[in-house]
């Protein structure tokens, strides 16, 4: 009679336990970036030229020439970036970060030259936002990674 008892608590009790070790709450696996669908260059020009319409105020010319200037440089740099991810030396992908800095400060001056004064302080406002955004980025992802190596 006490083992049609204790069979059915043992039972509930594996079941309860089990159902904790897969809590919503649990540190989410690492992200993959292969795992992301790539996304097409015109979409992310849009994407872009829309923010910055949202935050900078752009006039519907502005926001045209915005996404004609991203589109430009993402097309320039997507092949050097697919460069640098494969297996490159760190004299080559110097190299290439240079061609990707200076496809930035020439997409700069495009924008530069269509904003306002008013709108060119957003927006330098806004990439020094961005810039302290991604080194807390790179600490936080530095000090992660520092913490696993033993």
Not at 9 to 14: D, E, H, M, S, T
Not at 135 to 149: I, Q
């Amino acid at each position: 009679m006490k083992t049609h008892l204790v069979l059915p608590l043992l039972l509930a009790a594996f079941i309860s336990t089990a159902g904790y070790s897969q809590s919503p709450n649990a540190a989410p696996a690492a992200k993959d970036k292969s795992q992301k669908p790539p996304v097409n260059p015109e979409e992310k020009a849009a994407k872009e030229a829309n923010k910055a319409e949202r935050e900078l105020g752009l006039s519907a010319d502005q926001k045209s020439k915005w996404q004609s200037a991203a589109l430009t440089r993402i097309n320039a740099n997507k092949p050097l970036i697919e460069k640098m991810q494969g297996s490159t030396t760190p004299e080559e992908r110097k190299q290439l970060k240079s061609q990707i800095k200076t496809n930035g400060q020439s997409f700069d001056q495009t924008v530069n030259a269509m904003l306002t004064p008013e709108q060119q302080a957003k927006w330098t406002t806004w990439k020094a936002n961005k810039k302290k955004e991604m080194n807390k980025k790179m600490k936080e992802k530095k000090w992660s990674e520092d913490e696993f190596e033993d």
